[in-house]
């Protein structure tokens, strides 16, 4: 079973970046769908971005594409999502979660495994 540990998140201005991270371990991190969603207040939790088990195909909204980046390194159990430009609406809990499966799914019901998630908030 892995556990998730997310870090990165903090208080920025519209339009600057952040690196959110996400730490895996008790697992092989190389057999899991890895994911981020995030959740603001009064919200439903939402899909943000999705990444294949070997890097090799990323999912994306339309909502931030273009805008973030995600990627992984199997050999350092480590997830990231690269945010660039973000705006004021991007403000959310940013969660990273994990499916045993081989799919990149939108769906939050999907995914067996959660971090705590780590707070973002970009003021205007």
């Known amino acids: 079973q892995v556990q998730l540990v997310e870090s990165g998140g903090g208080l920025v201005q519209a339009g600057d970046s952040l690196t959110l991270s996400c730490s895996a371990s008790g697992g092989i991190f190389g057999a899991y769908v890895m994911a981020w969603f995030r959740q603001a207040p009064w919200k439903e939790r939402e899909f943000v971005s999705g990444?294949?088990?070997?890097?090799?195909?990323?999912s994306h909204p339309d909502s931030v594409k273009d805008r973030f980046t995600l990627s992984r390194d199997n050999a350092e159990n480590t997830l990231y999502l690269q945010t660039n430009s973000l705006k004021t609406e991007d403000t959310a809990v940013y969660y990273c979660?994990?499916?045993?499966?081989?799919?990149?799914?939108?769906?939050?019901?999907?995914?067996?495994?959660w971090g705590q998630g780590t707070l973002v908030t970009v003021s205007s």
């Open positions: 979660a994990a499916r045993d499966d081989y799919n990149i799914m939108e769906d939050v019901s999907a995914y067996s495994y």
């Open positions: 990444i294949s088990r070997a890097g090799s195909r990323t």
